[in-house]
Every structure is written in C-alpha cells, then in structure tokens.
C-alpha cells in the first residue's frame, strides 16, 4: 500500500529513444484514473480479495483529481426510502426522453447506489440532515453535502485498501495479447519515465471527454479553460480503448447542460436546490413554454436546450431568478457552490452582484462526452467489461448508463472491480513476450516523438492542433457556437479534417513533458472527435435536441433509431465503422414518465 | 489570471520532495521555477479555477483570480483549511466583506470503519 509521491518536474531533453528509460511494474488488477470511480473499483478488488496487486495510475495526484477536484455540494442519485431501483430507471430513462438506454446496466448499478453512498458516509463525508437525522432531499432523487473533501477521502479509502498509486503518469494506449488486454503504458510526466504496467486485468475510468469542444469563453486568452468538466479528462480512457478496437457507444447523446453564464458553474444548485426559476429577459417563466413535456421537471436536454432556444428566438439573455431569494438562503447557496465550484463565488464577487438584486445569468455549454451524466462511452457486459477481454470500464468512461453521476460511478466502480476478479479466476494464458516488447517499444516511440522533434523544430503545437480541433468542432459538429446543430456535410467536413489532423501528428513537437502529455493529450481528443462525428452522422435523427440536434432531420425517427449507434476503430487500418445494436425495455411502464 | 503567487510569502516549499501546490493541481500546472525558486503557474490559460493549489499552499501564498474578461478586479476569495472545517473568506470589488465557515469532514472513528465486511 502506497501513495507513490511524483517528484517535482525534471527537464529532460532525450536526443533519442534509447535515453528514454522504462520503468515496468507487474500487477493483478491495472486501474487507469483513480477518480471516483477507480477509487471505489481499488477499495472494492482489496476487500474481495487482499492478496490482489491493484495498481492504480493517475495522471494527476490522487487527493485532487478529476471531476471531484474542488469538491461537490450533492449526490444527485440516492434512493428514498419507499422506492426502489426500478424507480430510479424510470427516472433516468425519463430524463433521457425515453432511451434508448441500457436498463440491464441501469438497474444492477441503481441496486448497489445507496450502498456506495453509505460508504462515502461512513469514510467521513458530511450528508446533510434534517433535525430528525433524516437525510435532507434537494429535489426527488438528489441530497445534499459538504463535499469538499470528497476527492481525498475517496483518495485515502483507497490507498488504505492497499492499492498502489503511481502520480503523476499519463496513459496513453493498451498493452495487448491478441485481442486481450494485459495492461497499459503511459508517460510519467514528472520523471520522463515511460512506464509500463503489466496486468492480468485492466478497468479504465478516466473519466469523461472535455476539451473536444471550443468553449464560448476561451479567447484566446485567460479563460481557455473555463468549463464545467474538468479539463484534464480530455477523453484519453476512450482513445486508448477505440484504437484497439474496443466498441463505443452512444457517443452522440452528448452532456450539453444549462450552466452559469461566463463562468461555467452548476444550475441546478439554484434552480432545483433553491427553486428559483429559469426566466428570460421578458421575465417570462422559461419552462412553462414546455408544459406538456413536464415543465421545470421536463427531461434534461429539454431543460439545458431552453435557454439557447430563447436567445435564438430573440429572447435572451435568461436567468435563474434569485431574487427573491432570503438572505439565509443565500447562505446556503453560496455554501454549496464553496463546496462544489468555489471559484463560482468569487465570480460572483468580480462581478459584484447580489443576487438578490440582479438575476444569476445562465447559458448552454460546450458539449462533452460523459458516460456518467448522459450515455457516450465504451460498449460493456454486466460485468463491465468493454468488448475487449481483460478491458472493463466504470463510471464516465462506461457507457450505456446514464445519469450516473458521483453514487452511481462510485456504485459501477465496484461492479468492475467484482467483474474482473471474476474474470481472473477463470484463469488466463501467458501473454506472447515477443509481441508486448514490441508494442512497447511503439508505443514509447509514439509517445516520445514530439519531444524528440523539440522545440525548434518547425511543426505544430500542442495547443495549435487542440484549438483547430475545438473550432472545428464548434462550428462543424454542433457546438455552443452552433447551438448544438449540424447536418450531413459538416459532419463529412469534420471528418475530412480530424483526417488532416491526424496525418499531422506526424508535426506535433514539445519543448517539455508538460508538453508532450499536451501533445498526447491532443492527439487523444483528435481520436476521440473522430468517433462523437461518426456517431452524429449515423443518428439521422434528432432525438435529444441539444444534446444532438441534425438540422437535417429534425423529427424523432423510431422506426429506425429506436436503438444504439455503436462505432468501432480496426485496430489494423484505423478505419471507423458506425452500426446499431437493439434496445430493450425491462422496466415497465410508460417509457417517458417517471 | 488563475493562481496569482505573492511571490514575498512563497518560499518553493523549500525542502519538500515536491510543492504542495505542484502536488495539488489536476491539470498539472504549477511548477517552482529553479531560477527564482518561487512557485509559478505553467498557463493560466488551461487554469480550471478549482482552487486546488490556493488550498494546498501551507503559506497562503496563491491567490486565485477570475479572469478579467470574465470579472472585474479586485475581488478576492481566501479558503482556510481547518482539520474538519473550511473557512472562506470572500471580499468583491466594493470591499464587501462575507464569511462562510461550515464542516467539511465527519469525525471517523480510527482503524477505519472502511469496511464493516472485512
Ligand atoms: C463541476 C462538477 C460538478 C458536479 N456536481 C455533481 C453533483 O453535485 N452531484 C453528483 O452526483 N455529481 C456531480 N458531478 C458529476 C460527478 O462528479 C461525476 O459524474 C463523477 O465524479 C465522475 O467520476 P469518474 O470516476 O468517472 O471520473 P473522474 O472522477 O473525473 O476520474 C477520472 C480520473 O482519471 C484520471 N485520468 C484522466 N486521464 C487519465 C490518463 N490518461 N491516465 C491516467 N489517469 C487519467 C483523472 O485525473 C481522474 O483522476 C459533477 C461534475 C463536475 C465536473
Ligand atoms: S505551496 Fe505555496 S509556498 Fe509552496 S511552492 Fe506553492 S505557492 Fe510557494
Ligand atoms: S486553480 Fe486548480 S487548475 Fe488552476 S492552477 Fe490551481 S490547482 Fe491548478
């Protein structure tokens, strides 16, 4: 058991391959990202089974990692008592206007939710109570905490297990037998050692995909990160497992959320948590306009695209109406985005507002790929394993399922753990030596080439190609810019050009290691981006405005898309293949009601 | 202009094997620069504003900023790290004084509840 402490940053500057030294560390269970979900897959596999060798490697350092960095002010899923599991799926099937989603994965997660957060609770995170000790409900399904510290406690829960955290080192691709994977590579960032890690099974939660997107506040200046996802998760999990051939799914279905203008702070906190309501600059009530779609509890793209359809018919700006909020509720407010987006607080005291006297500003964001929040991600069994053997998934990174959030990543951490302990007993070959010295030696040539080209050379940087990237996007597959819409020949204009980029990696250079996981980094987003226009262009629908909106196809099309767009990379040629794969409905009842 | 270091109070962390605030951040952005030995921010441009850093400092020495083609100068927000409190102290661009103080931490009993199945 070990927090494996990173070094402060060294310079290196390799003049060739053979300066850069391998580090390469044996393991039962590899875990890429010790997020929320990788911390409760770590805690779980030692509890099973104390013997296991659980790995985890983590791009930054494990106390503040990750979507829960700054902390959260909720858990937006727990079960009430009085209602069950099969509840929980008809919520979040309802909030996903119906599906398709994967009720086979939807259920086994909302069945072990409560006990996740039970956990979380008995590790010392603060769940709010009322004076009768029951726990305090912001809305139907979310409660409310001092989250804060709710990275390093998880943190801590899984360094006691016994897991092993090396900080500091970035993944970049699988190490595979075959078809099977055995373990993942990655670049230490802090020592410019190339690692290798060896395992028996590998889970992958590196979180979502940030970053693919321009975001509406990045001019070119200080506020080139200024979005709600945490930008350091940039997709890398979905990457690494796509160029092996590992199926995703659903990547169209994007996390696009009505958020806090110029800052991208959370909405909910104030609109559900304090029922102030979405109007526009008429001081109309936004979500009456959408009654017969349930109004202020009308499905989740319904509600994150209505401001953006007010300002495109002229009636914008839109807030959340504070204002006749009372002081201790203010409080409370502030509290809760101290807790969960600190910074949000100290905007507000930039801009020198009082709430109560001036609405709060709300707007849509850029989109993101997020398993965890709406359904992109990798293709799983119930044991949460990807269709690549030895490769399972959890949280964001698994898709499929959505309105996870932190219970239901915590929860989907630990079914992986339990699926691939069951995986190992069954007993697993050799691997081939020949053939995983020889991907390691590609890989680390793959990962090193832009240091090695240095800082002189003439080519691109990492930051050039991510901004191309993320116009590109913007403008061509639907972004904020956009209103979230494209058709056909934008979508093939994307395409034509993450295929000029992807032929320019051959340009990227870095000056330092900082800059060659930027490099990495890109190169990931570009993979990535790939996959979410394939998975837009094959949707030739639209059944999430918002979310996917094809101006091309505007209606609703069951007949045909009543199911899943899947897409797979040939690990051979890199050629995407888009198809679909069938829903099933197991919960009954009306699809589109809770 | 994310993480602002007061260069008279930062002191590298002098004698630790890495900086608290190197330690901290997600996105791996803030460095000691050998030729000052004072703490910097690589880019403030790919700052999140997650105030992990601000937290961390032992010495009170960052401070965060909001962008200015976000918000206006000078306001400030100054988190103080207790064992199982937090206290922020926040001042907006009128000087407007607000504390908040709550619980961050539940007292666990020692040798770990973790896991009441082992
Ligand atoms: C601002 C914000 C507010 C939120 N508010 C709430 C809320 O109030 N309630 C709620 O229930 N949910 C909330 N969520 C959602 C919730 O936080 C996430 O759904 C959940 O925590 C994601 O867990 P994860 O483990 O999948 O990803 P993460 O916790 O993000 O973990 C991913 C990990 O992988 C690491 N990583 C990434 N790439 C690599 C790589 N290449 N190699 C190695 N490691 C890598 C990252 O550093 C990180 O540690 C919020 C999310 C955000 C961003
Ligand atoms: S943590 Fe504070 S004192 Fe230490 S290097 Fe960073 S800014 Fe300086
Ligand atoms: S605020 Fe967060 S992202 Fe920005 S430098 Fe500090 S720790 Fe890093």
Redesign the pocket.
Known sequence: MANRKASRAVDIAPRSLAEVRTETVECDLLI???????CFVATEAKRLDPSLRVVI????EIMR????SAG?????TYIPEGKTPEDLVRWSRAQVGGGPLREDLALSNAEELNEAIDDLERWGLPILRDENGKIRYRGKWDISIHGEQLKPIMAEKAIEAGAEVYNR???TGLLMDGGRCVGAM?LGVRDGLFYVFRARSVVV???GAGTLYKSYTADSTDSGAQI???P??VG??YAMGFRQGAELSSLEQRWVATRTKDFCG?VDTISVGYKAPIINCKDERVMSRYAHLGGDAAPRFIRANAPMEEWLAGRGPCYCDTRNMAPELVQAMMTDYLN??PSFVLFLASRGQDVTKEPIEIYGSDPYIMG??TMGGFWVDMQRMTTVPGLFAA???AGGNPN????G?AAEGKLAARGAIAYMAAGLETPDEAAVSAQVESEKARVYAPLLRGKDYDGVTPTEMKERLQRLMDEYAGGSSQFYRTNEERLDYALRHIKMLQSQFAYLKAADLHDLMQANETMDRVDVAEAVVHHLKARRETRWAGWQTRSDYPGRDDANFDCFVETRRDPATGEVTAFTRPYEQLVPGDRFKA | MPPRILTEKCNGCEGLPESRCEEAC?GNLMVVDAATGKARCRCTRDCWDCMSCTKACPRAAIETRIPYQLGYHKASLRPIMGKEHITWKCVDIHGVETTYKYRNRLAVAPATQTDKNA
């Open positions: 890429i990202g010790g997020g929320n979900a990788g490697m983590e791009k930054a990692s990750g979507a829960c959260m002010d909720a858990l937006n080192v970035v993944g990655g939660s590196t979180g709600w996802m945490c350091y998760c890398s999990g959370p969960e987006r965890g929040h949280g964001e990174t996870k959030f932190v219970g990543c | 997600p």
